[in-house]
């Protein structure tokens, strides 16, 4: 899933290349894309896009008459800019939204159709609509340490709980925790402020990092679907199964659940301590190795 590092620099090349002209035509060819009916989804054409930004992993067009259009693209939507017009890819293709400078498609390449359209009117309805997690790149480390604190969960469940903080998901609280030293299944309500602070610096930085990083691979340019990915090639820990920490050499540990994954290195982590993984440690048992 675009975590905010990809929703910022989706942003900022949207912005660079939709002007204050309208929306011209929305076609829809995904037929669980859209999750909302009033307004229908035709009453944006012809409205002019004022503004365009994000909530949480959310990308906002606002049009004019208060009216916008609320684009969240979950795990596998991704985002295309061609010539206007362009057709929709046959392939995964769901939506294509059509201004004088050019189509903005939507693509899911998944079995499981997720991504999903919601269309608002009224500022009311886009605030109901907000899950209400603070912006981390903004927020100082006492806020930051007064949101950790308020609920009683793992750190790993704290930082991607959009109504917590904005825009972290699996990714990027794996990266932030092994910057910050801590065990992904500390408490949050139980933190020193040392270990609050550290968490805070260690989730700007990583952030900041990356969106920098991102920014400079675009170049001005689309950010292309491959390259809006969970595993990228400087990360320190996730998708890093089995490689070798680059702070201290030791491999990298994994935790499965559902779908998702966390990852982790057990000395910078979690005290040398190898942590129990819900499916491999019940069939090993007494053989699950407890440390490194």
């Known amino acids: 899933m675009p975590e905010l ?10 912005r660079d290349r939709i002007g204050p002209g309208p929306l011209v035509r929305c076609r829809i060819s995904g037929p669980s894309l859209v999750r ?4 229908p989804v035709d009453a944006l054409e012809g409205l002019s896009v004022l503004h365009i930004d994000h909530q949480g992993k959310r990308l906002v067009f ?3 008459d208060e009216h916008f259009l609320v684009l969240h693209l979950m795990i596998a939507g991704r985002l295309r800019w061609e010539a206007a017009g362009a057709s929709i890819p046959r392939r995964g293709g769901l939506a294509a939204f059509d201004f004088a400078s050019g189509s903005l ?7 499981r159709k997720r991504a999903a359209l919601h269309v608002l009117r009224g500022r009311a309805a886009l605030r109901d609509h907000d ?7 903004e927020c100082d480390a006492d806020a930051f340490s007064r949101t950790l604190r308020s609920v009683r969960r793992t750190l790993k469940r704290a930082l991607t709980d959009p109504r917590l903080f904005c825009g972290i998901g699996n990714a990027y609280s794996d990266e932030i925790l092994h910057r910050a030293r801590l065990s992904p299944f500390l408490r949050s309500a139980g933190l020193s402020d040392e270990q609050c602070v ?4 260690a989730t700007r930085s990583t952030l900041v990092e990356s969106i920098e990083r991102r920014r400079a691979d675009v170049n001005d340019g689309f950010p292309s679907p491959r390259s809006v990915t969970a595993f990228r090639p400087e990360f320190a820990v996730h998708g890093k199964f089995g490689e070798p920490c680059p702070v201290c050499g030791t ?8 779908s998702n994954e966390t990852n982790y290195c057990p000395k910078c982590q ?18 699950w190795p407890g440390a490194i």
């Open 251 to 258: 491999k990298v540990q994994r935790i499965r659940y559902a």
């Open 5 to 14: 590092p990809d929703i910022l620099i989706y942003v900022q090349a949207l």
């Open 131 to 137: 899950p209400g997690g603070i912006d981390v790149l």
């Open 105 to 111: 498609l939507l693509i899911e390449s998944a079995i």
């Open 36 to 39: 909302t009916y009033d307004p």
């Open 198 to 201: 550290r968490l805070h610096e």
């Open 270 to 287: 979690t005290e040398g301590r190898v942590l129990a993984d819900r499916s491999l440690s019940r069939l090993l048992k007494d053989d």
């Open 62 to 64: 606002e049009l004019t």
